[in-house]
């Protein structure tokens, strides 16, 4: 049965996560928007000091609670996670995406990978240093249009290893992933790359990428609008080489070129992935909305719930809406994350829940701002910058378009080459 309360074991941690959301995230919140690629090692050192203690690991669910429940217990990996990102993201979005721990690359390791190469590449979030995974599909000639990509992956028969060519752009924690910072374990990239550049989706395949590979550099940090304290990599892989099982999921199946196994594990990640992204929009939006009421209570404004509709001021109204959207939104956040714990088919769901998410957060920033006027401009307050933060959430994992277009083949019943 769908529980919608918050569980007991994250419950007991709300205290913790809002501390953090206070204390370390929202003071320094300003700092690290104008302050872009300066890396919080304060914050990313408590948090994994925290994260260890508290026996959560990393923000990874087979990593974190999931793996502590008992048998007769319910799963509830990721929806403790969707509610911790959403409290993180209440505090700062840019710097829950700086939380050391596994990100999209564990993601896709979590979702691609055999039981042995679970253990092998999650086990370094574990150690004394923190670490970081990134994960790289996107590419100079395509985001969107996944089975397009054009790196390529040959494997050298001699050596039994695999040569990659390619370059990734716009790969969040690329650089903490791969970069030898002396604070950090080396960490690794989950590249998405071609075996048969004329098979199509069917010749694509993970491939884990570690910190140090010769031939794999960071070559740009991105320069953008919100979330500035996050490092989003362009990548460049020339003759990159890496041990032939560094290929995730079983090599047998996995070098088939006949199936597009390969390409399910892409969309398997993204299922998990994207109601966590869901996640973090709710918590943009939720702390938008909390400090709107708060500074229009200081103008006189309090929000009279029960009124008759016609009765209410129009500030009143357009609140009690964006407040009704966030509920929505939340809800099927809930059901996505549920599905995904029970091993049930999610992908219907983690679709709409990112399209409804990213569109209910540039919704509510975006009135937050309109509705408090200069004060929701002026960088005094952190609404501009929430408002420039929650765009993001229609963009990556999916942009609102092509989210709306699995919505749409999920419902009908038609796969990608029929509906595009
Ligand atoms: C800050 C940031 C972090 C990112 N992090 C990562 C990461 O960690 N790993 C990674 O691999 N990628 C990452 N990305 C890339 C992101 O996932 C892509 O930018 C996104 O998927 C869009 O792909 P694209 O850039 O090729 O744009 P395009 O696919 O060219 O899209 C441009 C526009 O066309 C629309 N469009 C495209 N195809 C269709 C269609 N069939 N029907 C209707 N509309 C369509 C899109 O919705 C969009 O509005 C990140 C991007 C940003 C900005």
Redesign the pocket.
């Given at each position: 049965m769908i529980d919608f309360e918050m569980p007991e074991v994250i419950a007991k941690q709300q205290y913790l996560l809002k501390t953090v959301a206070d204390n370390m995230m929202r003071p320094v919140s300003r700092y690290y928007d104008e302050h872009e690629h300066e890396i919080p090692w304060d914050y990313i050192e408590f948090m994994h000091t925290a994260m260890k203690a508290s026996g959560a690991g990393s923000l990874a669910p087979s990593e974190g609670g999931e793996k502590k429940e008992k048998k007769d217990r319910p799963r509830i990996g990721y929806q403790m996670l969707a509610f911790m990102i959403e409290m993180l993201s209440w505090g700062d979005a840019g710097m829950y995406l700086v939380t050391p721990g596994g990100g999209?690359g564990a993601a896709a390791v979590e979702a691609t990978g055999t039981p042995e190469q679970k253990r092998r590449f999650l086990e370094r979030f574990k150690k004394e240093k923190p670490a970081f995974a990134?994960?790289?599909?996107?590419e100079p000639c395509?985001?969107?249009?996944t089975a397009a990509i054009r790196t390529t992956a040959v494997l050298d028969k001699e050596t039994n290893e695999w040569v990659l060519n390619g370059e990734k752009i716009?790969?969040?924690a690329g650089d903490k992933s791969l970069t030898p910072y002396e604070q950090l374990e080396p960490g690794f990239v989950v590249v998405w790359a071609t075996i048969d550049p004329k098979a199509g989706r069917a010749g694509i395949r993970p491939f884990v990428v570690e910190a140090g590979t010769p031939g794999v550099k960071v070559t740009k940090l991105e320069h953008?609008m919100g979330?500035r304290v996050s490092d989003?990599a362009a990548i460049v892989l020339q003759n990159a080489r890496i041990p032939f099982d560094n290929i995730l999921g079983s090599p047998e199946v996995i070098t088939d070129k006949k199936t597009s196994k390969g390409f399910k594990g892409a969309m398997s990640t993204f299922n998990a992935t994207r109601p966590l992204v869901s996640a973090s929009a709710m918590g943009v939006a939720r702390a938008t909305l909390e400090l709107l009421k708060e500074m229009l209570k200081q103008e006189g404004v309090e929000i009279r719930y029960g009124l008759p509709r016609a009765k209410m001021t129009n500030i009143e109204r357009e609140v009690i809406d964006m407040e009704t959207m966030l509920r929505e939104a939340w809800l099927l956040v809930l059901k996505a994350v549920w599905l995904a714990d029970q091993r049930q088919p999610n992908a219907l769901t983690a679709s709409m829940s990112k399209v409804k998410a990213g569109e209910v957060v540039t919704k509510i920033t975006q009135k937050a701002v309109e509705l408090m006027g200069p004060l929701g401009y002026s960088r005094d307050f952190l609404l501009e910058k929430w408002f420039r933060d929650a765009k993001?959430n229609d963009?990556?994992?999916?942009?609102?378009?092509?989210n709306r277009?699995i919505v749409a083949r999920q419902i009908l019943g038609f796969h990608g080459a029929q509906l595009?």
């Open positions: 999209l990134a994960m790289a599909m996107t395509c985001g969107s249009d716009f790969v969040t953008k979330i989003t993001i963009i990556f994992e999916g942009t609102g378009q092509i277009l595009r």
